[in-house]
């Protein structure tokens, strides 16, 4: 048994971050077709969102009602993230994890992820928005577009 056991913690501490780039500090977003679109690094002191391609869009900052802000990085409040949802300023969700989008189509495999590229710095924060009722019903507004919008783009 202790043979066993040895070779799983060889496993979950060597073997898996190198080759099954396991990772443990990271949430994959999915959009309502069940493609993944972005995932949230909780590694840093404030979690970031990352595109598939490794860029910095957005950050999360915690609030007194138990969910977060969703905040470009450009300064643009973007939404809330709550229990796996993304939810849009109409309240309408626009990406979630696995277990939200399973209910609406079946979850898509994760192709492999991009280098992360380094965060710029945050832009001032515009006041978040009032909270609105969510819905049950998912946004128009692509997800990966919707993080897009919180980039810090050459001309910005």
Known sequence: MT????RFQLFALVLCPLVL???IDETTLFNADGSPEAYISFAQDSPTIYMWSGEPVAYLTSTLGGYFN???FNGKHL???????????????VCGVHR???????????????TKQL???KSPKEPAPMRPL??????????G?????GAIRESD
């Open 145 to 149: 577009l919707f993080l897009s919008d």
């Open 3 to 6: 043979h066993i056991l040895r």
């Open 100 to 114: 939200v989008v399973r209910v609406v189509s079946v979850p898509k495999p994760e192709p492999l992820k991009s």
């Open 79 to 93: 939404g809330w993230y709550l229990d796996g949802d993304v939810r849009s300023h109409e309240g309408n969700l």
């Open 134 to 143: 969510f819905r049950r019903q998912w946004s128009s507004t692509h997800c």
């Open 21 to 23: 780039r396991c990772q």
């Open 119 to 121: 965060a710029p710095p």
């Open 70 to 72: 969703i905040y470009g």
